[in-house]
């Protein structure tokens, strides 16, 4: 499990370094469950920062916060990994240059469902201008005192109007499980459909 660990690091470090096309993202996660220990059913909610940085490849970032909260459904009373989450919420979103704030109502769904040896995560986002797909799939590993779980991420953005772009990523993902048990890191690299690099680095908060 070590050597594989380390291959995906060995894998992933010269292509950052060689890649002319790179976009360091940075997302703040905030993940809570309103819920009884023995109840299966009720609230969860998510606060997304979807990029702290300032710039992407080619402009400024747009100012971005989401915010939804709904129906949570755990499929059992055990553990907190197995879950279904039916969320509204909205994505405001400040233009650099304008100042000028839209409101997107949104519909999130999450499922997450693990197994002693791997989990699967899926998530699609319903805006008023485009759908949103994501899933990761990853397996665990331990280091010594280390773990943390390795795997493969992918997201696609379905523009449903013209000004918004059509975007597929794939890429490995690598998270690490941190002291307090409440705080993860994971970092995905993803390679675009034009051939750029993204490294996005997950700072996640909560469940």
Do not use: C
């Amino acid at each position: 499990m070590k050597s594989i660990v380390i291959a995906i690091v060995a894998v992933l470090s010269p292509s950052l370094i060689a890649a002319q096309d790179f976009d360091p993202q940075v997302r703040l996660l905030m993940h809570h469950h309103i819920v009884e220990p023995t109840h299966k059913f009720g609230v969860a909610t998510w606060t997304i920062v979807p990029d702290l940085t300032d710039r992407n490849l080619t402009s400024p970032n747009q100012k971005r916060l989401l915010f939804v909260a709904g129906l949570l459904v755990r499929y059992n009373t055990t553990n907190d990994y197995n879950w279904l989450e039916i969320m509204p919420g909205v994505m405001l979103e400040t233009n650099p240059a304008t100042r000028v704030t839209k409101t997107h109502p949104l519909l999130n769904t999450r499922v997450y469902l693990k197994w002693p040896k791997v989990d699967l995560y899926l998530e699609n986002h319903v805006w008023d201008d485009r759908l949103i797909f994501s899933a990761f799939a990853t397996r665990p590993f331990k280091i010594g005192q280390l773990t943390g779980r390795f795997g493969g991420e992918s997201e696609a953005i379905v523009g449903l109007k013209p000004e918004v772009a059509d975007v597929f990523l794939i890429g490995p993902r690598l998270s690490l499980r941190l002291k307090p048990s409440w705080l993860n890191i994971a970092n995905a690299v993803y390679l675009n459909q034009d051939a750029e690099l993204i490294w996005r680095t997950y700072i996640k908060i909560g469940k």
